[in-house]
């Protein structure tokens, strides 16, 4: 895991454990062989689990599976992370989506709808810790330089936390959301992400939830955007599912001859740091690195910015992201950049490259969302915040902006390189 993520799992695995009165059990080493000792150590009859669908867990879960029923032992492994298996949502013909609309609309849509979810039980009969359990310290999860300040003021890590960040959507941002998600200075998202991939929330909560608040809501095509925004989340499991090399290969092979860039440190530096000289570009990456979150409008902005702007390679994005998300998912992470780098499935088209000037001035127009992650342009009127280096002499002056100083110059040309990515393209089809 990077290290927002740890330092997340760290603190939810400490509210866990005080849920569990601290008989949290923690153990460190070989999976197998930890489980089996357990087993015989508790003399149980049964072992259960839900599934996780990263690659590698699915061919050690099975290893683990097969041995324990060679010991005479119960095995059940149930989905509690998802609403629909991706093995239950197939074409006619059996064969995987490509797409989303019809995986969702067509697929998805047509199966039983996602189970309710059962209340917590009352009473958890657990065994005390043993001592060979680990304490969650031995874990070394925190980070040994603070560089999670910031974090601990924007997050409340407790499935308490998750209830009542749903709660909060559902009552007053979920009308809004079909339109609001859009601007990053307003509160019209669900910030889910992080509680869901934890385990702290489950989809199947959030889905009956907001489609229960239809009754209350006006707005019928902000609860279906938001629900087919559950959808997707989904999709990029049942695409990590059914192509297991979507985080490291292009699903459009053509793109195996795109012409990345080559020698792009320095702009590479200047993209993770916020320094690339374009204020909604640079927002975003300081977002994420003192908040361990980005707005979804911005990320993919900023995705676009790195992949085609500066021709970086999506796989570069996708590990900076790996370390700085909070909510950092191989599914999610490995379908979304391979989207916005149009290699993936139901990918952006390529050509469409994503303008930092003018999504700046249509989802963040008075510069708000600017102002607060990039303080050096706080006093630029609004008319110039998105593009300050086209600003007059005299409005920089006063704005206490020196371009290239206390604020850099734009790392490239954004006409120039929306052209570049273009040819850059043209070479993919050849290989068609």
């Known amino acids: 895991m990077g290290g927002a993520s740890r330092w997340w799992l760290h603190h939810a695995l400490e509210s866990l454990n005080q849920s569990f009165n601290g008989k949290l059990h923690i153990y460190k080493g070989e999976p197998q062989a930890i489980l089996t000792k357990l087993a015989s150590a508790t003399s149980a009859q049964a072992v259960y689990w839900n599934r996780c669908y990263e690659p590698w867990r699915i061919a050690r879960d099975g290893e ?18 998802l ?24 697929g998805c849509l047509s199966k039983v709808a996602p189970r309710k ?29 603070k560089w999670d300040t910031k974090m601990h003021s924007r997050w409340d890590i407790s499935e308490e936390a998750a209830q009542d960040r749903l709660d909060d959507f559902v009552m007053a941002e979920l009308e809004d959301y079909r339109e609001g998600r859009n601007f990053p200075d307003k509160a019209n998202v669900s910030r889910l992400s992080p509680y869901l991939h934890f385990g702290q929330i489950s989809p199947n909560t959030a889905w009956h939830r907001a489609a229960d608040a239809a009754a209350i809501i006006n707005n019928e095509d902000s609860l279906d955007t938001f629900l087919s925004e559950l959808g997707w989340r989904e999709f990029s499991y049942y695409l990590l599912y059914h192509f297991p090399q979507l985080p490291t290969k292009n699903l459009q092979a053509r793109f195996d001859v795109f012409p990345w860039a080559s020698n792009t440190a320095q702009d590479l530096k200047a993209w993770q740091q916020g320094k690339t000289g374009y204020p909604l570009v640079d927002a975003g990456m300081r977002e994420l690195y003192s908040t361990g979150y980005m707005h979804n409008r911005v990320r ?32 999610s992470n490995s379908a979304s950049w391979q989207w916005i780098a149009g290699c993936g499935a139901d990918a952006a088209p390529f050509f469409r490259i994503f303008n930092p ?39 920089l002056k006063a704005a206490g902006v020196d371009i290239g100083v206390n604020y850099p110059e734009p790392v490239m040309d954004i006409r120039e390189s929306r052209e570049r990515a273009l040819e850059a393209f043209k070479l993919t089809k050849i290989s068609d």
């Open 64 to 81: 683990i599976k097969t041995a324990l029923k060679s010991a005479d032992i119960e095995v059940q492994s149930f989905n509690g992370s």
């Open 83 to 106: 609403l629909w298996e991706p093995w239950q949502v197939l074409k006619k013909d059996q064969t995987p989506y490509k797409v989303f609309t019809p995986y969702y609309r067509r």
């Open 117 to 145: 979810p059962l209340a917590a039980p009352k009473n958890i009969n657990s065994v005390n810790v043993s001592k060979d359990s680990l304490s969650l310290n031995n874990l070394y999860l925190l980070p040994t330089i």
């Open 300 to 331: 993919m902005v900023v995705g676009s910015f790195l992949v085609k702007n500066l021709l970086i390679h999506w796989h570069r994005g996708e590990e900076w992201f790996w370390d700085c998300l909070v909510d950092a998912d191989l599914a």
């Open 357 to 395: 000037i003018t999504q700046s001035e249509k989802f963040d127009k008075q510069g708000e969302y600017i102002r607060r992650y990039v303080p050096e342009l706080a006093e630029m009127p609004a008319k110039y915040i998105h593009a300050p280096w086209s600003a007059p002499a005299e409005i």
